[in-house]
T-cell receptor, first 109, second 115 residues
Framework: GQNIDQPTEMTATEGAIVQINCTYQTSGFNGLFWYQQHAGEAPTFLSYNVLDGLEEKGRFSSFLSRSKGYSYLLLKELQMKDSASYLCAVSDSNYQLIWGAGTKLIIKP | ETGVTQTPRHLVMGMTNKKSLKCEQHLGHNAMYWYKQSAKKPLELMFVYNFKEQTENNSVPSRFSPECPNSSHLFLHLHTLQPEDSALYLC??????????????FGQGTRLTVV
């Protein structure tokens, strides 16, 4: 079956760096997405990786290794507003999104 | 106005009630989706509409009935639900459903409680 694994919850300190990992086993691969979801709000798009390597976008970076079925989202200079759930999703061979359960990130002062 | 709007934001209904969830997108997208989000579980895709035609029904019970009158509007009709159907129901839209990178834009969801 298809599966996306990510940690359930992580805690980090304001101003620090945190890395949220995502591993996947899917039938085919057409890209990996990261979304951010604040409590009670809509998920919002953060990044998309389809080739191996690091994509940097301001304080957020996303890395992909297709051979390892692995991605991570790196958040730098953490701010309190970064407290949210981070969802990893893979587009499979049918371009259908397979979602992880999300990682709840708690930022402490 | 946000790109994808869902109403109502919150809904409490009895198991014998009939209610409908509404979704509207102002992005000119061709594909619309219903997802179910339960606590600590992955997003579950329920239905996909592409150019108003249903292209996906992920074994959803018949007590959930979608309707897509045009490419901007999507409804989810609910009847005789069960308490385990309580969840956040999210609507999303994207430019298309396949062959290319398709970022999905989500509404804020309807928090449904079945009593």
């Amino acid at each position: 079956g298809q599966n996306i694994d990510q940690p359930t919850e992580m805690t980090a300190t304001e101003g620090a760096i945190v890395q949220i990992n995502c591993t996947y086993q899917t039938s085919g691969f057409n890209g990996l997405f990261w979304y951010q979801q604040h409590a009670g709000e809509a998920p919002t798009f953060l990044s998309y990786n389809v080739l191996d390597g690091l994509e940097e976008k301001g304080r957020f970076s996303s890395f992909l290794s297709r051979s390892k079925g692995y991605s991570y989202l790196l958040l730098k200079e953490l701010q309190m507003k970064d407290s949210a759930s981070y969802l990893c999703a893979v587009s499979d061979s049918n371009y259908q999104l397979i979602w992880g359960a999300g990682t709840k990130l708690i930022i402490k002062p | 106005e946000t790109g994808v709007t869902q109403t109502p934001r919150h809904l409490v209904m009895g198991m014998t009630n009939k209610k409908s969830l509404k979704c509207e997108q102002h992005l000119g997208h061709n594909a619309m989706y219903w997802y179910k989000q339960s606590a600590k579980k992955p997003l579950e895709l329920m239905f996909v509409y592409n150019f108003k035609e249903q292209t996906e029904n992920n074994s959803v019970p018949s007590r959930f009935s979608p309707e897509c009158p045009n490419s901007s509007h999507l409804f989810l009709h609910l009847h005789t639900l069960q308490p385990e159907d309580s969840a956040l129901y999210l609507c999303a839209s994207s430019p298309g459903t396949g062959g290319e990178y398709t970022e999905a834009f989500f509404g804020q969801g309807t928090r449904l409680t079945v009593v």
